[in-house]
């Protein structure tokens, strides 16, 4: 289970990511990452399972998955950090650890982006 101060709820938040965040695509999931809190606060993860992910039961396996994904990195992702992971149809057919593997890579690749952003200004 994802810990309330790590969760992403307002929509203003989710659409501030995927506007302003850079983007880091792999085969499973999209991570959508913007750093706009202070470097103290926790990061805040959201996850966004369309129905292109296949029924119901698949989309709530998706998610509960990206979840225990989410919760075993938090120390790994960056502080103050907006991160809205979206699932793709491919997530629906794959297991833990591959949907793990694409949750870290694209958090870190995201990250690396955001900081080259950054340094560009």
Do not use: C
Not at 8 to 29: C, H, I, K, N, Q
Not at 83 to 112: F, N, T
Request: proline share 5%.
């Amino acid at each position: 289970m994802l810990p309330a101060a790590h969760r992403l709820r307002r929509s203003v938040d989710f659409e501030r990511a995927v506007r302003r965040g850079v983007r880091a695509g792999r085969s499973t999931v999209v991570v959508h990452l913007v750093r706009d809190a202070q470097e103290d606060e926790p990061p805040q993860v959201g996850f966004v399972v369309s129905k292109a992910v296949g029924n119901a039961v698949q989309r709530n396996r998706v998610k509960r998955r990206l979840r225990a994904a989410a919760s075993t990195h938090l120390d790994a992702m960056p502080p103050g950090a907006h991160i809205v992971v979206r699932a793709l149809p491919a997530s629906g057919a794959a297991d833990y650890s591959q949907l793990d593997r694409d949750l870290m890579s694209g958090v870190a690749r995201a990250a690396d982006r955001w900081q080259s952003r950054e340094a560009a200004r």
